[in-house]
């Protein structure tokens, strides 16, 4: 590496690091913040304006995009509210019951389709219940992302990791819910107790307004049943393409794009209005974040820490799988998974390849770790970002470091859990 190449990495990282560290004081906007320092490493011709476009996962925002479009005119329908007050009766009003029943139809959805949408679909419910209740909607936010990115970890198709890792390996749908659903379905059980320790002083709800949700006629919430019913046919087939998409050959936001172009023309709504309640803070930001992270992957910074990470283990199976178990796992609560795993991927081929060791396991390392990893920080996840924005949006705005005292420790408590459970059944 010449001196030139050496000054680019020392300030590609300097950036890349700044960057971070004031989203994470949030002393400044997160997408602006983000745009700078994405700026900046075209700038200083850390990488070319082509290439900064070309990084970033158009995937990602096209699912964003359609999804919401989605999300936006069924909100108009009042099947969120149908769904909400339908919800808050069946639990009687319970703050608790609500939050269990609400995150476990995340993470069951998560597991089927895919965080993001899981999340697009559930937020908009979960903010009319606790407005009756007159409680803050963070509790219920926090279990749905942690949900979210739990159940998306047991499948093939519930996160885009395990996509990739299937993918390049031919690990099928029953392979990853074989292998990952019952650590998985253990980490969601003692997720949802610690979640109710830490948040139980913040669920308690006035039986007055209990009794007062109680007294809600749901139909009465459904204004357009004509367009709810072409919505749910619409939302329907788009769910059926999200399951079929990697055997029809046609990507998920391919699919999320097209279902969103069907409604909108056939439910006659407003273009301009619909587009208007696209996230687009979230929208930039996740494409100011790819630029950064791709940035890294581009010149090395990344590809040198997995390297680093695979010859100290000296190819040993137990601490070549643990070690990428934890690494993946802290990686992805600060770095976007997508780049990390497509790095990881070819690495953990190269030791199949020169050594004896049976790879398979390091797959399910590699899949716990960056799929549960994104629970650690407010930017470890896209499900993430997409809550964080809906909230800001209705001033019930979660800090950095506010979500990261709650979700670190639990991303910790499920890497923990993924270390025995690969330990005992994998390399004993």
Known sequence: MNLSESFQLILATGIFITTYAIIISEKINRTTIAFFGAVLMVLFKIIGLEKAFEVIDFHTIGLLIGMMIIVNIIKKTGAFQ??????AKLTKGNPWHILLMLSTITAISSALLDNVTT??????VTLVITEALKVSPIPFMVSEILAANIGGTATLIGDPPNIMIGSETGLGFMDFLLNLFPVVAVIYIVTLFLIKVIYKPQLHVQETLKMKIMDFDEQLALTDKKLLVKSLWVLGFTILGFGLHQFIGIETATVALAGASVLLLISKADPEEIFQEIEWLTIFFFAFLFILVG???EIGVIETIAKAVIRITK????FTGLLILWISG???AFLDNIPFVA??????????RLSSINITPLWWALALGACLGGNGTLVGASANVVVAGILEKHKHKISFAQYMKVGFPLMIVSIIISTVYLYLFYFM
């Open 330 to 332: 802290v990686a992805s």
């Open 295 to 297: 940035t890294l992957e």
């Open 343 to 352: 790095t990881m991927i070819p690495l953990i081929n190269s030791i199949g």
């Open 119 to 124: 999340v697009l679909l559930i937020a908009p």
């Open 82 to 87: 149908y769904i909400a007050i339908k919800s």
């Open 315 to 318: 190819g040993d199976l137990v």
